[in-house]
């Protein structure tokens, strides 16, 4: 299955400021997910990352919160941006597996603490 | 939108014992999958499921994709330490995204 190299793996940021969170993967693929999880809960899609196009966001967030880039087929980034406390999550990146279980990989993920 | 009830929300089982959790979901999904996640890491997928009221193993791992499509079991047989974690049941829908449920936490004493 695809391997996803997820960075930085954890920070610790001020509140009003950004940080934006990279995903690399190694080998081509369509269609890249951002996740959060929010401390002790389940995956929230934030949005599925088009390569050529605007991401296409979920309900609750917005591109000028959390924008995404894709710029090619093995590369995205979320910046999470005026973070305040709230935002304090870990957050991770995904994308379809490219064996035969069909199922998505997920990378390990970027814990953030907005202090 | 779409929802899954994943149950027991925590186990506490002793070594060698079985376990066995489930999601429902109020919608149909065309694939299931199971996943763990140990503590500062991303979930991993353990066993997917493509039709209705298939069976599947992986080890001592074993799940089902029910008959309605709407909902999913996963049995863990013999159960040892490093089955520690948290376990998420996640539906896969036409749309290609996954609805996660919210996950059931293991602890086994050995």
Redesign the interface.
């Known amino acids: 299955?695809a391997v996803?190299s997820?960075k930085p793996s954890r920070d610790i940021c001020q509140r009003g400021t950004s940080l934006t969170i990279q995903c690399q993967v190694d080998s081509q693929v369509t269609?890249m997910?951002w996740y959060r999880q929010q401390p002790g809960?389940?995956?929230?899609?934030i949005a599925?990352a088009n390569q050529g196009s605007e991401a296409t966001y979920e309900?609750g967030f917005v591109i000028d919160k959390f924008p995404i880039s894709r710029p090619n087929l093995t590369f995205s980034t979320l910046t999470v941006s005026n973070m305040s406390p709230e935002d304090s999550s870990i957050y991770?990146c995904?994308v379809?597996?490219r064996d035969s279980?069909?199922?998505?990989?997920?990378?390990?993920?970027t814990?953030l603490t907005v202090v | 939108?779409q929802q899954l009830n994943q149950s027991p929300q925590s186990m506490f089982i002793q070594e060698g014992e079985d376990v066995s959790m489930n999601c429902t979901s109020s919608s149909i999904f065309n694939?299931w999958?199971w996943?763990k996640q140990d503590p500062?890491?991303?979930?991993?997928?353990l066993i997917?499921l493509?039709k209705a009221g298939e069976l599947t193993s992986n080890g001592r791992l074993t799940a089902q994709f029910g008959i309605t499509r709407k909902d999913s079991f996963l049995n863990i047989s013999a159960s040892i330490p490093s089955d520690v974690g948290i376990y998420?049941c996640?539906g896969?829908g036409s749309n290609?995204?996954?609805t996660?449920?919210?996950?059931t936490l293991l602890t086994v004493n050995p």
Do not use: C, D, N
Not at chain 1, 41 to 45: A, I, K, P, R, Y
Not at chain 1, 101 to 109: A, V
Not at chain 2, 100 to 103: A, D, S, Y
């Open positions: 299955s996803i997820q269609m997910f809960q389940s995956l929230t899609l599925t309900s991770l995904s379809e597996a279980s069909y199922g998505y990989t997920f990378g390990s993920g814990r | 939108g694939t999958l996943y500062g890491e991303g979930p991993v997928l997917a493509y998420f996640a896969l290609y995204k996954l996660f449920g919210k996950g």
